[in-house]
């Protein structure tokens, strides 16, 4: 079963940086675009930014200019550096990706992480 797992959250103050990580591992034929969400306490969860297998990237026009997705496809992970962090900016994050499994190859299916929670103090 695929698996995504995220990594790099944590506590940072207003105008800090934090790179957040998400590999995604088992059974993978191929992965095709990758992403981050976010979800802040009482909000529905938002694109954050995403990238296809070929590096074309989509940034939400409140991150654009400060944060960066990048990706190593040989690794399955997808890289998110987050810099100018604002308050606002306050959420937990969810990788996603569109995964192709052994077995299944002719079958794209999207996976979600559990979450790492960033927080961005005044």
């Known amino acids: 079963q695929v698996q995504l797992v995220e990594s790099g959250g944590g506590v940072v103050q207003a105008g800090g940086s934090l790179t957040l990580s998400c590999t995604a591992s088992?059974?993978?034929?191929?992965?095709?675009?990758m992403g981050w969400y976010r979800q802040a306490p009482g909000y529905g969860r938002e694109l954050v930014t995403t990238i296809t297998r070929g590096g074309s990237t989509n940034y939400a026009d409140s991150v654009k200019g400060r944060f960066t997705i990048s990706r190593d496809s040989a690794k399955n992970t997808v890289y998110l550096r987050m810099n100018g962090l604002r308050p606002e900016d306050t959420a937990v994050y969810y990788c996603n990706a569109a995964v192709v499994q052994w077995g299944a190859i002719f079958k794209e299916r999207t996976f979600w992480g559990e979450g790492t929670q960033v927080t961005v103090s005044s």
């Open positions: 088992g059974g993978i034929y191929a992965v095709n675009d």
